[in-house]
């Protein structure tokens, strides 16, 4: 069974399965635009929380629910994430270990406002580069393609579904700041590794309500 929770409700912890698709009605799409989804659930299937207080920042994340074998205890514990972060700096660098596609950056930027239509705009001052096809989006949040203009020549949008040139971004006021997270820019994955890392943040919580 599928596990949802409200963005800003606090949220059940546990489930088994592996991430499926995000549920949500279609609008009408912008243009170039493939799908916008103004979706108000998150799905947290196969995900777990994590308490990014140890490492300064005062936030719940959910992660991929991993396990490994731990033959001296001989039990079964929680893979860890790996996270990089150098004191005074408001930047988090996260990945997992054993899981090239999952690889996430998370930054704090205080009471700097920060949405999803300025993201947007950077998108457009790169125009001359690439082109952005955005799959799925919310007042928060959006899972896009991004397309090198040059290998774009000859295909149709369903076809750059398929491809792994996925990213997500993520934008949430969690006491009074805005913290943003999206997928590491150096690299391109498939829709579904961009998604369940689009779901990790966008349940992204206070932790101060733990």
């Given amino acids: 069974m599928k596990k949802f929770i409200l963005p800003l409700a606090l949220g059940a912890v546990v489930a088994l399965s592996s991430c499926g698709d995000g549920g949500g009605e279609e609008s009408e799409a912008e243009e170039g ?17 994590f308490d990014m207080s ?24 929680f893979v860890q994430p790996v996270i990089t972060h150098n004191e005074g700096e408001a930047l988090w660098d996260i990945t997992m270990p054993g899981d090239k596609n999952f690889h996430m950056i998370i930054e704090d930027w205080g009471d700097i406002e920060q949405t999803i239509a300025m993201e947007k705009q950077a998108h457009k001052d790169q125009g001359d580069i690439y082109e952005f096809v955005y799959n799925e989006e919310g007042d928060d949040y959006m899972l896009f393609s991004r397309v090198l203009k040059s290998d ?8 750059v579904k398929s491809l792994p040139n996925h990213h997500f971004y993520v934008v949430k006021q969690i006491d009074g700041y805005y913290i943003t997270a999206k997928s590491y820019t150096m690299q391109d994955y498939y829709q579904v590794s961009a998604r369940t890392m689009m779901n990790c943040a966008r349940g992204m919580k206070s932790a101060k309500a733990n």
């Fill in 33 to 49: 635009d493939s799908t916008v989804v103004a979706s108000t659930e998150v799905d947290l299937t196969g995900l777990r929380e």
């Fill in 54 to 77: 140890p490492y300064d920042l005062n936030v719940i994340l959910y992660i991929p629910e991993k396990y490994y074998h731990d033959v001296e205890e001989q039990v079964d514990k």
């Fill in 152 to 159: 774009n020549t000859t295909l149709d949008p369903e076809d």
